[in-house]
C-alpha cells in the first residue's frame, strides 16, 4: 500500500466528519443523521459514488442551509473531500464510507430529501447490467429513502448511460421525469450545473464530449 493511501486512512481515522466502521456513529446514526451528526433539521442531500467528493463539497459550500453526505466505499477518496471540508469550515458536509448496496445499514425511509449520481461507472455491457447504478434495483432502493417530492439527479458524460437511465426512469411508476438535456452546458438547465465540475468532467468536456443530465422526482 503506498504512503499517501495510509496517510489518506490514517486521516479518516481521526477526522470527525468521516463516519466508517470503528466509529460510534457508524452503528448508531441511522435514521438520526440530523440530530446526531449536524444537530439540525436542515434537508438532507445525499451523494452517492461521491469519489473525492468535489460536489459534496461544493454543493456544501452553496447550500450552508442543508446537510450533505458523500457516501463511497473507497477511504482513499473520500479522504480528499473530507480535508477540503475541513479546510473550507464546512459543518454541513459529512462522508460515509460504505458501499451504496449497504445503505439501509445507515439511513431510514423517507430520510433524504435529494440524491445526486454524478459520473457513475456506466457499466455498458450487457452483464454488467445489474452493477449500473440506475438499473431499477438501484432506483428502488434510492426512493425508499428519499421523501416523497425528493429530487433524483443524475449527471454523466456517457451517452449509453444517459439513454438508459432516462429509459429507465420513464418507465418506472417510483419517478417523474422533470427535465433531461443531452448537452448540459447548452441549455437552459446549465444552472444545475452549479458552476461545480469534477476532475473527470473537466477531462471529458477538454476531450469535447457533452455532459448529459437528468432529474426527477420521487413519487409515493
Not at 470527525?16 to 438520526?32: A, D, F, H, M
Not at 452483464?127 to 454523466?156: I, M, Q
Request: aromatic share 12%.
Amino acid at each position: 500500500m503506498s504512503r499517501k493511501k495510509l496517510q489518506r486512512f490514517a486521516h479518516n481515522a481521526h477526522a470527525s466528519n468521516v463516519i466508517e466502521r470503528g466509529k460510534p456513529l457508524y452503528t448508531t446514526v441511522r435514521g438520526r443523521w440530523n440530530e446526531a451528526y449536524f444537530q439540525n433539521s436542515h434537508p438532507l442531500v445525499l451523494e452517492l459514488a461521491c469519489g473525492k467528493g468535489e460536489y459534496t463539497v461544493g454543493m456544501g459550500k452553496l447550500f450552508p442551509e442543508r446537510n450533505f453526505i458523500g457516501v463511497d466505499i473507497k477511504g482513499e477518496r473520500i479522504a480528499r473531500g473530507s480535508r477540503q471540508a475541513q479546510e473550507a469550515g464546512l459543518s454541513n458536509v459529512a462522508f460515509l464510507r460504505t458501499g451504496i448496496q449497504f445503505l439501509e445499514e445507515f439511513f431510514v425511509e423517507d430520510e433524504a430529501d435529494e440524491i445526486w449520481l454524478i459520473h457513475p461507472d456506466p457499466q455498458p455491457r450487457d452483464k454488467e447490467e445489474k452493477k449500473r447504478l440506475t438499473n431499477p434495483s438501484f432506483l428502488a432502493l434510492y426512493h425508499r429513502y428519499l421523501k416523497d417530492g425528493g429530487l433524483f439527479n443524475v449527471k454523466t458524460d456517457n451517452p449509453f448511460l444517459y439513454a438508459y437511465t432516462l429509459e429507465k426512469l420513464l418507465e418506472s411508476p417510483l419517478y417523474t421525469v422533470e427535465a433531461h438535456t443531452a448537452d448540459l452546458y447548452n441549455s437552459p438547465l446549465m444552472e444545475e450545473h452549479m458552476g461545480i465540475t469534477t476532475h473527470y468532467e473537466r477531462m471529458f468536456t477538454e476531450k469535447g464530449f457533452t455532459i448529459h443530465f437528468i432529474r426527477s422526482r420521487c413519487k409515493k
